[in-house]
């Protein structure tokens, strides 16, 4: 079985300086890095054509570099890169701010993903600062993305790169924590699948299934803490008597799932 109170330390791809970040989150073991669950998600999982982008959304395209970087120094401070991509509906114009290294990363005629913010108007169709990858890739892009809360010291990507490896090391070792009458009754996935698909969804059916399982069991874990704080003051009953009339689907019924 595994050890939920190893020291994060242990972790691949924590070093001395990440467990310090790690420590600031509240993260020390292998148990609370697992259960540092993400506060929202990117669907980055469908691509757009790029004449069906909307004003103001964020976006997934692949598209086809028709330019090379253009850089354009605004001041002394700031550069801004510039890049022309197309796809077989339209073009857009991709910006970003001081990333010198751009200028080697994208070669004419090869095919690309991009992730942004878009800008839209009747002449221009752009977006900003876009994350990106080559088209055969997914690492992050083509897929549903958490959005952990973090510190500035430690980013997104190397946050979701513990996780994953995290995740890995627990993933079907983890021992269930809830009987198998009430996962039958309740319709809940097991805890192994719960922890994977919270963090790391196929799809967001799979992330409703993992967040119910969570929330029931955390719900009914307070259910039970607070029958128990009740009984510690009947003192002329021996033991601990749990309520029959206790139903947990009354009370998931009431939570958005």
């Known amino acids: ?10 972790i691949k791809g924590v070093g001395p300086e990440r467990v310090k970040s790690l420590n600031k989150l509240g ?43 253009a850089e354009i120094k605004i001041r002394k401070n700031m550069t801004i890169y510039k890049l022309i991509v197309r796809d077989e509906t339209a073009s857009c114009e991709l910006t970003w701010f001081n990333m010198p290294y751009l200028k080697t990363k994208f070669k004419l005629g090869n095919k690309y993903k991009f992730f942004g913010k878009i800008k839209r108007t009747a002449s221009k169709i752009e977006m900003n600062s ?11 892009t083509g897929k549903i993305i958490p959005i952990y809360p973090s510190i500035y010291e430690l980013t997104q990507n190397t946050l979701k790169r513990i996780m994953d ?22 319709n809940l996935i097991d805890i192994n699948r719960a922890i994977k698909n919270i963090h790391f969804p196929e799809n967001f059916e799979e992330y409703n299934k993992s967040r119910q399982r969570l929330v029931f069991e955390e719900l009914l874990v307070l259910q ?17 008597a749990f309520s029959q009339d206790v139903h947990m689907s009354d009370v998931i019924n009431r939570i958005a799932i």
């Open 1 to 10: 079985m595994i050890d939920l109170l190893k020291d994060v330390k242990y």
């Open 27 to 69: 993260i020390y073991t292998l148990e609370d890095l697992i259960t540092y669950y993400p506060r929202s998600y990117e669907d980055r999982s469908k691509t757009k054509k790029i004449d069906e982008l909307v004003n103001g959304e964020e976006s997934l395209i692949e598209a086809v570099c028709v330019s090379k970087i």
């Open 130 to 140: 876009p994350i990106f990858e080559e088209a055969e890739t997914s690492n992050n």
């Open 165 to 186: 490896n995290g995740v890995k090391a627990v993933y079907g070792n983890l021992e269930e924590t809830l009987p198998e009458y009430l996962l039958e009754e309740y």
């Open 224 to 240: 039970l803490a607070l029958l128990n704080l009740k009984n510690s003051f009947a003192v002329d009953e021996t033991g601990i």
